[in-house]
């Protein structure tokens, strides 16, 4: 209180890091500054036959051919804000003659509205293959990036936003453990539609357990021939009792 007005509680002051083009390496996945030489393999798989699906949502694409793409990438790649990683998996998606090769590019991800004065930070512009989408891969991937921003960045806030409609990317959110704080009504025009966007967020108090959660997951041990034996909401009610 002060002079019987309340006030929020006292926050040091100190910016959250610059994010830097560095190679965040896990186990099923590593993540990589965002490079045009990643575009013939993202073309491949985010393009190939399935361009309405993954692009439905976003206000870019598709592209009518593989160097109208590569011009897209080679434009996006250098930005600071956003800030764009690749997804390289490192083991093969798939199986038989339609797998993807380890070592493959499979999608993209970035960090956007980066406010270090006030810690906060944005994962969004998520751009994955269908081959990558719903895998240990996919996964590993969006925690890399979340545990960059909350422990090597110091930001005390990730955000999540996505179209009220788009309600793969709502899952999402929930299952990495963000909380949904409401929907901010005819927020954008986008390609002609409004689009409503939901708002989600895990902040600095909450990480450790959606931390320990998401790498209990990701452990071995949960896997039994590639099937999960807990799932995250799961470990994540575990974990409360």
């Known amino acids: 209180m002060s002079g019987g007005v309340p006030l929020g509680d006292r926050i040091a002051s100190h910016a959250a890091g610059e994010p830097q083009r560095v190679t965040l390496d896990g186990t099923y996945a590593k993540l990589v500054p965002l490079q045009e030489s990643h575009s013939p393999d993202l073309y491949k798989y985010l393009c190939d036959g399935s361009q309405t699906s993954t692009f439905v949502y976003m206000s870019t694409g598709p592209w009518e051919d593989e160097e109208e793409f590569t011009q897209q990438i080679s434009m996006i790649a250098p930005s600071d804000d956003p800030f764009y990683f690749t997804v390289i998996t490192k083991q093969a998606l798939g199986s038989g003659a339609g797998a993807v090769p380890a070592g493959s590019a499979v999608g993209y991800l970035a960090l956007l509205n980066i406010d270090r004065a006030h810690r906060s930070v944005e994962i969004g512009w998520v751009t994955f293959s269908p081959r990558l989408q719903r895998t240990t891969a996919a996964t590993e991937a969006f925690h890399l990036l979340m545990r960059y921003c909350m422990d090597d960045l110091g930001n005390r806030r990730l955000e999540w936003k996505c179209d009220t409609l788009n309600a793969k990317s709502r899952r999402a959110a929930e299952r990495l453990g963000f ?43 949960n896997f039994d021939e590639g099937r999960q034996v807990r799932s995250l909401d799961t470990i994540r009610d575990e974990m409360k009792e």
Not at 190 to 217: K, P
């Open 179 to 221: 909380a949904y704080e409401g929907t901010f009504r005819k927020h954008r025009i986008v390609r002609g539609r409004n689009r409503d966007t939901d708002w989600f967020s895990i902040v600095d108090d909450e990480w450790d357990a959606r931390n320990r959660a998401l790498l209990a997951w990701l452990a071995p041990e």
